[in-house]
């Protein structure tokens, strides 16, 4: 795959670095880095540095803004990267040790309370239910949480991955949905969270 589109582009070498290095565009005849400059390992490990489009955000954190209530410092949820309405939603939360419950929780050794955790898989639950047309608009609070297991810390620095599934709706004010957390695909939490439409 070439590492442009339409306009020829050259990597420019680091201070120090030989030169000069791969230039690849259409029509230039170079199908891979020069025999000067990069090699392909450097080639290689430059296009798997590349964003994946298959994360890119299916909804902002400005959307997400208009979707939920929950505003500083309570929220949890920076990107949407899946999503189908009234089915599931998978999110990013990205835990930073600026946030402040690393103030107290706990000094030293900072480890995002657990309760934190649950709350932000329960606004990616919520994310699922807000975009149901025909639901009722209004406040949806925690009902119940049942079998919620913590499987390993969550610490600054990592990104939660969180996926919820709607298991169930009735009578257009209770819910139910599945939860899991995971952090660079190890489970960090599981539960099933229930909700309420408050009048």
Do not use: W
């Amino acid at each position: 795959m070439p590492l442009t589109d339409s306009a020829a582009q050259t990597l420019v070498p680091a201070p120090g670095s030989p030169s000069p290095v791969a230039t690849d565009a259409p029509g230039s005849g170079a199908e891979g880095p020069a025999e000067e400059g990069l090699d392909a390992a450097s080639v290689a490990s430059f296009r798997s540095a590349q964003p994946d489009p298959a994360a890119a955000a299916v909804l902002t954190c400005e959307q997400i803004l208009g979707l939920l209530p929950h505003r500083y410092p309570f929220a949890l949820v920076d990107r949407v990267i899946a999503h189908e309405p009234g089915k599931s939603a998978e999110a990013i939360k990205n835990v930073t040790f600026n946030e402040p419950q690393f103030q107290g929780h706990f000094p030293g050794r900072p480890l995002m309370p657990g309760v934190l955790i649950v709350e932000a898989m329960a606004q990616v639950g919520g994310l699922i239910v807000t975009q149901m047309p025909d639901l009722p608009k209004g406040l949806f609070v925690f009902a119940g949480i049942d079998g919620v297991r913590f499987r390993r810390p969550v610490v600054p620095g990592d990104q939660l991955r969180i996926r919820c599934e709607l298991i169930s709706i009735k009578r257009k004010r209770f819910g139910k949905v599945r939860a899991q957390a995971t952090v660079e695909g190890e489970l960090v939490c599981s539960g099933e969270l229930m909700f309420s439409l408050v009048d």
